[in-house]
């Protein structure tokens, strides 16, 4: 049957499994931290936590909720304001706490479920911002779209969190880790990495 896997299970179960999975372990960051270390900027262009929260609810709403006719039922400031351009829906102002912004997040993901149940996989939205003659995309194309920018933020949230406080792994569930809180095994392993890219980098210098 179309849209449905060996066992079963429907495309939708699968790829929104997948989504919520990716959902799931980019929140679980956050936990456990101060205010301000949700908040601060841990690379060169700025990188937070609260930010790419903010930014994933802003397209939770929008691939999985305005594209198929379902605009998000919140005002977005940055939206409004033209602001998202400039890079506003990647950090928490002043104003925004981080209840608020989580509480978006899991707002606008109710509301991209909520979509996906009134879709049909294969029934075609309208991308606005995409190139025109090119806005066409299916509720697939769109579902596999999220799960790949979540899974991609949800990464840059693991090696922030670890820059904030040396917290690592990679879900509640499965650290997905080689060594559990051995810091000597670790100190290792990473001076093996080290050596292998010095000792790399030292034959490459020998055959110039």
Same mark, same amino acid.
């Given at each position: 049957?179309?849209? #449905?896997?060996? *066992?079963? /299970? +429907?495309?939708?179960?699968?790829?929104?499994?997948?989504?919520?999975?990716?959902?799931?372990?980019?929140?679980?960051?956050? !936990?456990?931290?101060?205010?301000?270390?949700?908040?601060?900027?841990?690379?060169?262009?700025?990188?937070?936590?609260?930010?790419?929260?903010?930014?994933?609810?802003?397209?939770?709403?929008?691939?999985?909720?305005?594209?198929?006719?379902?605009?998000?039922?919140?005002?977005?400031?940055?939206?409004?304001?033209?602001?998202?351009?400039?890079?506003?829906?990647?950090?928490?102002?002043? /104003?925004?706490?981080?209840?608020?912004?989580?509480?978006?997040?899991?707002? $606008?993901? $109710?509301? $991209? *479920?909520?979509?996906?149940? &009134?879709?049909?996989?294969?029934?075609?939205?309208?991308?606005?911002?995409?190139? !025109?003659?090119?806005?066409?995309?299916?509720?697939?194309?769109?579902?596999?779209?999220?799960?790949?920018?979540?899974?991609?933020?949800?990464?840059?949230? @693991?090696?922030?969190?670890?820059?904030? @406080?040396?917290?690592?792994?990679?879900?509640? *569930?499965?650290?997905?880790?080689?060594?559990?809180? @051995?810091?000597? #095994?670790?100190? $290792?392993?990473?001076?093996?990495?080290?050596?292998?890219?010095?000792?790399?980098? @030292? &034959? +490459?210098?020998?055959?110039?």
């Amino acid at each position: 049957m179309a849209g #449905q896997s060996a *066992d079963g /299970e +429907s495309e939708k179960a699968v790829l929104l499994a997948c989504l919520q999975q990716n959902r799931d372990d980019l929140l679980w960051k956050l !936990e456990g931290l101060r205010e301000v270390d949700k908040r601060r900027p841990m690379t060169p262009t700025g990188t937070n936590l609260l930010g790419l929260v903010k930014h994933l609810a802003g397209l939770e709403y929008s691939y999985l909720g305005e594209v198929f006719g379902r605009p998000a039922p919140e005002p977005l400031s940055w939206v409004d304001d033209g602001s998202i351009w400039d890079g506003a829906d990647m950090w928490a102002t002043p /104003e925004e706490s981080s209840e608020y912004i989580v509480g978006l997040y899991r707002r $606008a993901c $109710a509301h $991209a *479920d909520q979509t996906v149940a &009134a879709v049909e996989i294969t029934d075609i939205g309208t991308v606005p911002w995409w190139p !025109e003659g090119r806005r066409e995309a299916t509720l697939r194309r769109l579902i596999v779209r999220m799960v790949g920018e979540t899974a991609r933020h949800a990464g840059h949230a @693991d090696v922030v969190r670890e820059l904030i @406080d040396g917290s690592i792994g990679g879900s509640r *569930d499965n650290s997905n880790l080689p060594f559990e809180g @051995d810091q000597e #095994q670790w100190q $290792a392993y990473v001076a093996r990495v080290r050596d292998a890219a010095t000792t790399f980098d @030292d &034959a +490459s210098q020998g055959d110039q």
